[in-house]
């Protein structure tokens, strides 16, 4: 079991450029979420897949956010034109789709925008 | 709309002696909950869960408890360990997802 793999770990970006995050679930994983997390707060999420199927997207999720799966593997998680206000960690989590089940979370990629 | 709250954002707690971290939930659909554990820089990490039908379940030192009529649970350690200091997220499940409490830092004290 290698667990739920994130990369980057860190990215430090300008406010106004783009960043792709990616995740790597557990391999016979078939859910795969995308979390955010800002200080002192707990996760909150934002989108999910079941296989390559996009499930549902929160609000919090701006137009300027695009997430997918494209084999049902791996994940990749897009933000254009960067805000400070994106400046979060953002975290990856897999699971099994016979519910419920725990969610298991990789490390997370820490964005700083400048 | 927070609908899961941990009123408690810090505590701390003698080692060797009992934690008591508490939960509130609003949302009567939510039917599954569960505890993580979170270091700094790492991820949240699954500690132990409970389901609606159940009013507790026990894992070693950790023992959720689920007070369904009163939307409440907690998460009893004993005894306290010194690598038992993180912050931990009460989290509930609904909708095909998980919704987080804002955490409560526990400190151990030697």
């Known amino acids: 079991d290698t667990g739920v793999s994130q990369d980057p770990r860190h990215k430090i970006t300008k406010r106004g450029q783009n960043v792709t995050f990616r995740c790597d679930p557990i391999?016979?994983?078939?859910?795969l979420y995308w979390y955010r997390q800002t200080l002192g707060q707990g996760p909150e999420f934002l989108t999910y897949f079941q296989n390559e199927a996009q499930l549902e997207k929160s609000r919090l999720l701006s137009d300027r956010f695009s997430a997918e799966r494209p084999k049902g593997s791996f994940s990749t998680l897009e933000i254009q034109r960067t805000e400070q206000g994106d400046s979060a960690m953002y975290l990856c989590a897999s699971s099994l789709v016979s519910q419920p089940s725990p969610l298991h979370f990789g490390n997370g990629t820490r964005l700083t925008v400048t | 709309d927070q609908q899961v709250k941990q009123n408690s954002p810090s505590l701390s707690v003698q080692e060797g002696r009992i934690s008591i971290l508490n939960c509130d939930y609003t949302?009567?659909?939510?039917?599954?909950f569960l505890w993580y554990k979170k270091y700094p820089a790492e991820g949240p990490t699954f500690l132990i869960s409970?389901?609606?039908?159940?009013d507790k379940n026990e894992d070693g030192r950790f023992t959720v408890f689920l007070n369904k009529s009163a939307k409440h649970l907690s998460l009893h350690i004993v005894p306290s360990q010194p690598g038992d200091s993180a912050v931990y997220f009460c989290?509930?499940?609904?909708?095909?997802?998980?919704?987080f409490g804002t955490g409560t830092r526990l400190t151990i004290i030697p």
């Open positions: 391999s016979e994983h078939n859910r």
């Open positions: 989290a509930a499940w609904g909708n095909e997802k998980l919704t």
């Open positions: 409970i389901s609606s039908i159940k």
């Open positions: 949302n009567s659909m939510f039917d599954y």
